[in-house]
């Protein structure tokens, strides 16, 4: 170690002694032992700035085991992952501005990681989620009421700078997300087995199964959901794998184990997005993506034409005595057809009045936030059920109507283009990348996303830690391979040897 090493070394050292001399003089003083843990933030801080990629991969093995905690106030977080990703937020920001400064005097900052930097910022994702986020301020400063509509947007930008922005400076070579894998796979395994063998104690129990997995899950939607959004990873974490090797049995069992989950959770939207993203991988195979998105498009426009015509959607109104909740899985899936489940029928109820609140709102909609607090004076009575006075205040269970209503039909027209792009793109990523290991992932990531497409259709979940983390990592490595395949084009017999 050379002398400037050591000076470099024994500044920080020296600091951090002198704090915990006084900290703990302050703590005998005031008889406080509070002080002494002042200290230990101090050591937390500067791990946190000399490599904050570890408290990345901290913040994601945090992501299955969060808890929500909710403050007397009302406002609630989730812990430890919100705090952690504000301060995450706040480190990346610190070292943008740091190597900003720096790439004016190329000291610090390579032309190759500036001009990587520059592409990903002005690649049409990140410009999509710019002009996404700015509308939304839009939206805040006309919602109806700005204070709980600031809040979504406090959330949302600190979302979106750690795991989009952040997420990819940091997943960039193969090791890394073999990493991100294994930060993820093993603390959301054990959760799992948790769950299942306290559900099994149960019989498993259909009338039990909002409960057994907290508090790490808020209910069994949130639980499936999670498990077969990160499904398709396992899937790629065994193209990393030898053929009978005890890590190949370990993948293998954790996607049975995954599945198992998912039937246990009695999610049928879970059912329907595994199914879904199976099919989805032979569309983008056989280049069909521009097709299904074209028929999509078409049949949401026909099946609103459709429902609005003549009030159609009033013949659809349920019977208020026989919508009930059903004790029994079986029952439930008979009663979904005939219309006679009580969920099903209750977001029917609030997809009504979300349709007359956009009707009422259309430029700026409500505002971020404000669905429960309006909705109910757009209610049609016919479409009431028993749970109707809604006492988890939840919103109206489906997120593209949601983004209409809170941020008018421009938010919710900006949201379906992200949507349309990255499926119409990402399939263009996955078949113009020639090295293996980037094509596997970036297969895994599409399949990913269409999950999380195919479960916010009827649930609100991109505003959740659990889910919303994934859909802009998601984001975050389809525009990374993208931006590395246009710097950086490599041969396919590179690509073959990379595999190796």
């Known amino acids: 170690m050379n002398l400037l090493e050591k000076i470099s070394f024994q500044k920080p050292f020296g600091i951090f002694a002198a704090v915990t001399v006084i900290s703990a003089l302050l703590a005998v003083a005031f008889q406080t032992p509070l002080l002494m843990g002042v200290p230990v933030v101090l050591l937390l801080v500067f791990v946190a700035i000399t490599d904050y990629k570890s408290l990345f991969f901290l913040l994601l093995t945090c992501i299955p085991i969060s808890v929500e905690y909710q ?20 480190i990346y920001l610190l070292t943008l501005f740091q190597g900003s400064k720096s790439a004016k005097d190329k000291t610090s900052l390579s032309f190759q990681t500036f001009q990587r930097r520059n592409t990903f910022f002005r690649h049409p994702i990140s410009l999509l989620l710019i002009v996404g986020l700015a509308w939304a301020t839009v939206a805040t400063l006309s919602a109806v009421d700005t204070v709980i509509a600031t809040k979504y947007m406090l959330a949302k930008i600190w979302y979106i700078v750690t795991f989009y922005y952040l997420g990819s400076a940091i997943l960039q070579t193969e090791h890394d997300f073999k990493r991100f894998f294994w930060s993820i796979f093993i603390p959301l395994s054990i959760a799992v087995i948790i769950t299942t063998i306290r559900h099994a104690a149960l019989d498993f129990s ?39 090797t005890a890590r190949q049995r370990l993948l293998i069992g954790g996607i049975l184990l995954f599945l198992f989950a998912i039937q246990l959770s009695f999610t049928r939207a879970a059912y329907g997005a595994v199914i879904g993203a199976v099919g989805y991988y032979f569309i983008i195979r056989w280049r069909l993506t521009k097709c299904v998105v074209a028929a999509s498009i078409i049949g949401i426009i026909g099946f609103v034409a459709y429902i609005t015509s003549e009030n159609k959607y009033l013949d659809y109104a349920p019977r208020f005595e026989r919508t009930i909740t059903h004790q029994n899985f079986d029952n439930l899936l008979e009663a979904t057809t005939k219309g006679e489940d ?109 999950t999380i497409l195919i479960l916010i259709v ?43």
């Open 206 to 244: 259909f009338s039990e199964v909002n409960y057994v997995m907290q508090p790490f899950f808020r209910n069994h939607v949130n639980y499936a959901c999670i498990v077969a959004i990160f499904l398709p990873f396992i899937g790629l974490a065994l193209t990393w794998t030898r053929r009978g």
């Open 458 to 500: 009827i649930n609100d979940l991109i505003e959740t830690d659990k889910i919303g983390s994934f859909f802009y990592l998601n984001l975050a490595i389809l525009t990374s391979m993208d931006v590395e395949q246009v710097l950086s084009p490599q041969s396919p017999q590179r690509g073959n040897r990379d595999k190796q």
């Open 71 to 90: 403050f007397p106030n009302g406002l609630g977080t989730d812990l430890p992952t919100e705090p952690l990703i504000v301060v995450l937020m706040f």
């Open 342 to 450: 009580i969920s099903t029928m209750e977001r029917v109820y609030r997809w009504v009045a979300g349709f007359m609140m956009v009707g009422e709102r259309p430029l700026t909609g409500f505002g971020p936030n404000n669905f429960y607090d309006n909705y109910k004076i757009f209610t049609v009575t016919k479409f009431q059920t028993y749970v109707s006075d809604n006492p988890d205040h939840s919103t109206v269970h489906c997120y593209y109507l949601l983004m209409a209503i809170e941020h008018g039909i421009i938010g919710a027209l900006l949201f379906f283009a992200l949507v349309f792009y990255v499926l119409v793109r990402g399939e263009q990523i996955y078949h113009n990348a020639v090295i293996t290991w980037r094509k596997h992932t970036i297969m895994a990531s599409m399949l990913s996303m269409v």
